[in-house]
């Protein structure tokens, strides 16, 4: 067969679900490109999108069979706030668990996948309870999708809330990567243990989210307990705090957690909820405390003039 794949999104970060389609395909003897308006005839073509707000493929797809799937397929409405399961195609076991063609974007030296997945907080923002669950389960070992990489980008919701969280923060730990969990890791769910094990992992950058005001105790709590157990270790280094603003805080709140944030040695990265409808100040905002070299040199929102920054 001959086999064409669009990554709908653009090529600025690896669609996991086309390269694991295009490891499949190859497995079976199959010709894999990415599709091509000048290619002829295929016999089949995948189209995925991640996103909803990426616009669709706008050309006529020459194959006998278009197969579109991906999280932005099957979100809705005004910002995505209604998800239909049957517009977003699972992959089936046998491809979901096979190792991905990193080849595909010519990938050399980083794996990416997920160990878990689902979440149990349900926030109303986030799809991923609605998508994957409210529970974190463990759905993958690690040599699933690495194999003696140097790197490895991990996209889990919520690793910390799976009950096989340790075995998983120890197969990372023995596998001696670099290590990036590009999403949030949930604070609250902080233990000395587990920031032990965080510890010996080899991390750059470690992320941790505060999406709600009100978990402030919890999350405060986590975060000094990250920092007594594990920041110490020889490969943790400065640790950011994923800070979501323009939901349902105030200005002032966002402020309050800046600093605090500030003050016990993290740096909060703002995350604007509606950035095309927001007031003009969470721009000023974001782009005052995101900037690490303005953040330096004015810690102090108020003293910050927008104009210069």
Known sequence: MKIGLIDVDGHNYPNLALMKLSAYHKT????????????????????????????????????????????????????????????????????????????????????????????????????????????????AELREFWNGQRNIVLNDPNILACNEREDLLLQLIESKANVDFNQGLDARLMTPDTARLLGEIKIKEIHFAWDRYPDKDKVLQGLQIYATFARKKPHTHIAIVYTLVNYDTTFEQDLERIYTLRDMGYWAYVMIYDKKHCAKQYRHLARWCNNRIIFAKCPDFKDYNHKLG
Not at 32 to 38: D, L, N, P, Q, R
Not at 68 to 79: I, N, Q
Not at 91 to 117: C, Q, S, V
Request: charged share 25%.
């Open 28 to 139: 079976q003897g199959d010709n894999v490109e990415w599709y091509s308006v000048f290619g002829g005839q295929y016999d089949r073509v995948y189209m995925s999108k991640v996103f909803d707000f990426t616009p669709d493929y706008q050309y006529y797809v020459n194959a006998d069979e278009v197969v579109k799937g991906g999280t932005g397929y099957a979100l809705h409405g005004a910002g995505g706030d209604t998800y239909r399961q049957h517009d977003d195609k699972p992959l089936p076991d046998y491809i979901e668990h096979i190792m991905p063609d990193y080849t595909l974007y010519d990938i050399k030296n980083t794996a990416y996948g997920f160990l878990t997945r689902g979440c149990p907080r349900g926030c109303d923002f986030c799809i991923v309870g609605k998508k994957e669950g409210k529970k974190s389960v463990k759905v």
